[in-house]
């Protein structure tokens, strides 16, 4: 094989230059090699196509190997000799080029990472499996709102990689960006967790962005308008489906999800078997809410649906109603209102008409007080009420507040 491949080499080697490659002839079928006179080994394949691709032959551990160099003219002669060279080193070093290529084939995706992630630990256990898989096929299978991972091997994946998607996702969504890498350090983790990935996690080491809890909920002089221009929408399912996430404080897919069964008119009471935060919840439903399920099941347009918000969907349910949300909001004169925010607005306005954190965690569902606390500092009369009332102390301590009182009783 070598004194053959040794005799080839004598018939067909060229000193390697652009002409010359160029001007090489294409065979009536399969492949032709040619050999360099300067890099030992370096050649290059010319197919019945016209293709020129640069190959490497030489003997490694006494096997004949080909390595694939590139193609040309993608991969210039000083490139391909540069390469070649480099190989050559490699093999002198006891290392098998072809060898490691062939492992690296046979290495899995990103993509097949995740696929194994979405199936075996996202759908089991997370309510946020639909989530991962909209931020993935989002911003890690293309180039177009984040990097194409999914095809890249794992060790493809460095923390300069993920430094790279990170920084092109926060130049327009910091947040987003926050939960993608979460994300991938969660795949990594888990691939680490079962034995398929035995290195660093690239994730390591990268600093989220700082995100400030959102504090938006709808005030006083915001809600007759609100009010007004809700219950003037036309389309019932819509407007029954806003009013109800605002009077139960419901998270909105469970809001959505709502079904006849979990409903009990007479004791005032929805059952929600599955949460967030994998509990079940009671919610109270406030004579409000009673009267607009009332009506919704006297309605003959809703009988034959098990959900409340029937849709035409796959799911069968409503699905979150953006474009009414909108055309309501922008006639109302609102801005920067979420749906979730209604959730938030439940919260604050029992925190400024007196409820106590513990009420307001158990109406929300919450597990941590910590959660709760928010909705304290959320609302401003109470604030306002303790300023004023300790300005008033202070000003009638330094004698101010009597001068004023007796001013007003002077000019009475």
């Known amino acids: 094989m070598a004194d053959e491949q040794t005799a080839r080499a004598g018939r067909n080697s060229l000193n390697f230059t652009k002409a010359a490659i160029e001007a090489l002839p294409r065979p009536e079928k399969g492949w032709k090699y040619y050999y360099d006179t300067k890099v030992s080994g370096l050649a290059i394949g010319v197919g019945s196509s016209g293709i020129k691709t640069f190959v490497l032959y030489r003997k490694v551990n006494r096997k004949p190997e080909r390595i694939k160099i590139g ?50 630990h996202a759908l089991p256990h997370k309510k946020t499996a639909a989530e991962d898989k909209q931020k993935f096929d989002k911003y890690l299978s293309n180039n177009v709102d984040g990097m194409n991972l999914a095809s890249r091997q794992l060790s493809e994946i460095t923390k300069a990689t993920v430094a790279q998607l990170f920084a092109k996702i926060s130049k327009e969504h910091k947040v987003m960006a926050n939960r993608v890498l979460a994300l991938v350090s969660s795949v990594f983790g888990k691939a680490i967790e079962w034995g398929i990935w035995s290195q660093i996690n690239p994730c390591h ?21 609100f009010f007004e221009h809700l219950m003037d929408y036309p389309n019932t399912t819509m407007r029954d489906y806003i009013l109800m996430s605002l009077l139960t404080g419901a998270r909105r897919s469970n809001v ?157």
Do not use: C
């Not at 080491?205 to 308008?225: A, M, Y």
């Open 71 to 120: 193609r040309y003219p993608d991969l210039t002669v000083d490139k391909a000799r540069a390469a070649a060279t480099n190989l050559n080193a490699d093999i002198a070093n006891g290392t098998n080029p072809a060898e490691l290529k062939r492992v690296r084939r046979a290495e899995m995706t990103f993509g097949d990472l995740f696929d194994q992630y979405y199936k075996n």
């Open 205 to 225: 080491g990268i600093r989220k962005h700082s995100e400030v809890s959102r504090d938006r909920f709808l005030q006083p002089d915001e809600l007759p308008k």
């Open 256 to 412: 959505l999800a709502m079904r006849w069964d979990q409903v009990n008119l007479e004791r005032a009471e929805w059952r929600i078997p599955d949460t967030k935060n994998g509990t079940p919840q009671s919610v109270p439903l406030v004579p409000d809410a009673v009267a607009v399920l009332e009506a919704r099941k006297k309605s003959a347009a809703y009988a034959e649906s098990p959900f409340v918000f029937p849709g035409s969907g796959e799911t069968g349910h409503l699905v979150a109603p953006k474009k009414a949300w909108k055309t309501i909001l922008d006639k109302a004169g609102i801005a920067d209102l979420r749906l979730h925010d209604l959730r938030r607005t439940m919260g604050s306005w029992q925190a400024g008409t007196g409820a106590n954190l513990s009420v307001i965690g158990r109406s929300l569902n919450h597990k941590s007080t910590q959660t709760t606390a928010i909705y304290a500092r959320l609302w401003m009369e109470p604030v306002r009420n303790a300023m004023e009332t300790a300005t008033a102390a202070m000003m009638q301590a330094a004698g101010l507040a009597a001068n004023d009182e007796s001013e007003s009783e002077a000019e009475r």
